[in-house]
């Protein structure tokens, strides 16, 4: 099965900044062109047509062999051209670079695609089956952050004609489109890039999309429109990206118009503050379903939490809706799944079975397991000192339980640095842990898999090797094995639906992790910018911006 590791651009992606920014940089980031800011607080740029983008991100590499964190991804996506792609607000792959959805063998272990021809890199090489298996092999073999995406799938890529591109499965995958269109998984000039374990360039780009790599500095990115791009042209001149060294430099660029648009990452509070003000007509707020989705794991392999009673008191007695208003200021969506509400297959089965601060029914299944007063189940709740949301949440639960369980269940709070934690919860240090996960593709498979698969483990020992064990729950079922091998390898989505509805019944019974929300993406727009989205992987699509 597919091994996704914990050091992934999930934990703490957003929250990696750079050294102090200084803000006059934003008078010549575009060849002495002066900006002025309106006293509404929106920007003027003189005559260039480009847009300014506010950031706290840190790229680490610019190479998508190696790009797994969402500040590098989003660049990429950005100067790159996919096989399929997501139109804003659908999960449904598109051809792009592909000019059909592959053609699927009997044994669903062969794809093969035809390709668009007339397509060119940057450097003017031609694209065709040949460069894309390159591309594709390269992103395997070179052993990047997100190669096991590929490597743990793909037995083989091979061009079968001029423009059409042959894979080979080593199992069956349903998912494998959605899969293909992952921002790193993009055509690169075979010509620029080399193929071998290691061989990154991380401070160059050159690929297919609308977008080429002008500049790559320490506080600032510019992106040039590529004018021999073969679908439609940016509506912009191009694209000066302003990387500030905290969430509160960012907020204040952008209140004081220095920047056109601010994505990733302000506070909740910063967040709260801007929309209110939205709301005088200073600026716009676009929001859309996120598809990062936030978990309370639950280890079954220490104690109280071995007892499926407990479990599911704490799935009952958790309260999203007040979590959602005191801890994310309502920028969130309450979350009864494993499966986030932006795929049709997700059912809210935990609001069903448990509801919200359902106190009662929490201290029922917990008098029924045996905990009183007099003996209370003790708990510890751990989460990454870098996560000030995940502090508030594991305080608000501590507080609810003190206030609402008489003392039958406690919770004790813990904190430890982020790399340590993300280390020690495959070990199992933790009895409950708070996480988040930011999905590597789109496909319901990708909040299942990762989380309940597990290849190797016992019911009396819980899982050995595996999703679950990588992910800190020990969570194994010989049945939700069986039922994740099935849907993987089913090709009806009506047939594949029935069974992720038997997997979300399971996983509401055995309480493995208690879903708690799926985020909000914001970003904000000074008045006379348009056409900003996002897709549904939470990457700013440049090119529709335009002022």
Not at 24 to 30: D, K, R, T, Y
Not at 126 to 146: C, D, H, T, V, Y
Not at 245 to 269: I, K, W
Not at 361 to 368: I, P, S
């Amino acid at each position: 099965m597919t091994r996704f590791p914990f050091s992934l651009r999930r934990w703490g992606q957003i929250t990696q900044f750079l050294s102090l920014f200084c803000l006059c940089l934003f008078l010549v980031v575009s060849c002495g062109t002066r900006q002025q800011t309106t006293p509404s607080g929106s920007v003027n740029t003189l005559g260039d047509g480009r847009i300014t983008i506010g950031t706290t991100g840190k790229p680490r590499t610019l190479d998508p062999a190696d790009s797994y964190e969402l500040s590098s991804l989003g660049l990429v996506y950005n100067m790159s051209d996919r096989l399929y792609y997501y139109e804003p607000g659908s999960t449904e792959v598109k051809p792009q670079l592909a000019t059909k959805l592959p053609k699927v063998s009997a044994d669903g272990l062969t794809y093969t695609i035809p390709l668009r021809q007339g397509v060119v890199f940057h450097d003017d090489t031609p694209f065709n089956a040949q460069a894309m298996a390159f591309s594709l092999e390269r992103f395997i073999k070179n052993g990047g952050k997100p190669s096991f995406l590929l490597a743990d799938t793909v037995d083989s890529v091979k061009a079968t004609g001029e423009y059409e591109l042959t894979i080979k499965l080593k199992k069956p995958f349903a998912a494998f489109p959605a899969l293909l269109a992952f921002a790193g998984v993009c055509p690169v000039s075979p010509k620029a890039y080399e193929l071998g374990s290691g061989k990154f360039k991380p401070d160059i780009f050159i690929g297919t999309g609308p977008y080429k790599l002008a500049q790559y500095g320490t506080d600032s990115i510019r992106l040039d429109v590529f004018d021999k791009y073969w679908g439609e042209k940016p509506l912009n001149k191009g694209i000066n990206i302003q990387r500030l060294s905290s969430s509160a430099n960012l907020f204040n660029s952008f209140r004081t118009g220095a920047v056109d648009v601010a994505y990733l990452s302000l506070e909740p509070t910063q967040i709260r503050s801007l929309e209110n003000e939205a709301k005088q007509d200073k600026w716009q707020v676009i929001t859309t379903s996120g598809s990062v989705v936030s978990y309370m794991m639950l280890n079954r392999n220490q104690q109280p939490l071995d007892k499926v009673e407990v479990r599911q008191a704490i799935a009952a007695l958790v309260d999203r809706p007040l979590l959602n208003n005191r801890v994310l200021f309502g920028q969130g969506e309450p979350l009864y799944s494993m499966i986030p509400t932006t795929f049709d297959v997700s059912q809210p089965l935990f609001k069903n079975k448990y509801g919200d601060g359902n106190v009662d029914k929490a201290k029922q299944l917990l008098t029924g397991a045996g905990f009183s007063k007099e003996n209370p189940a003790k708990i510890q709740i751990w989460y990454p000192s870098s996560s000030p949301t995940r502090s508030l949440t594991s305080q608000t639960l501590k507080a609810y339980a003190d206030q609402k369980m008489d003392g039958i269940l406690q919770f004790e709070v813990n904190t430890v640095e982020g790399a340590t934690f993300f280390k020690e919860i495959s070990k199992g240090q933790y009895p409950i842990a708070l996480v988040d996960w930011y999905p590597d593709f789109l496909d319901p498979d990708n909040y299942i898999q990762p989380f309940l698969d597990c290849k190797k483990g016992s019911e009396a020992k819980g899982c050995e090797d595996g999703g679950s064990q990588t992910q800190g729950s020990f969570y194994y079922s010989e049945s939700m094995n069986k039922l994740i091998d099935q849907q993987r390898k089913e090709l009806d989505p009506k047939a594949r639906q029935k069974i992720f509805t038997e997997i979300q019944q399971k996983v509401v019974t055995d309480v493995p992790y208690v879903p708690m929300w799926q985020n909000k993406d914001y970003v904000f727009a000074q008045k006379g910018v348009d056409g900003v989205k996002l897709d549904s992987t939470q990457n700013l699509i440049y090119k529709t911006i335009k002022k």
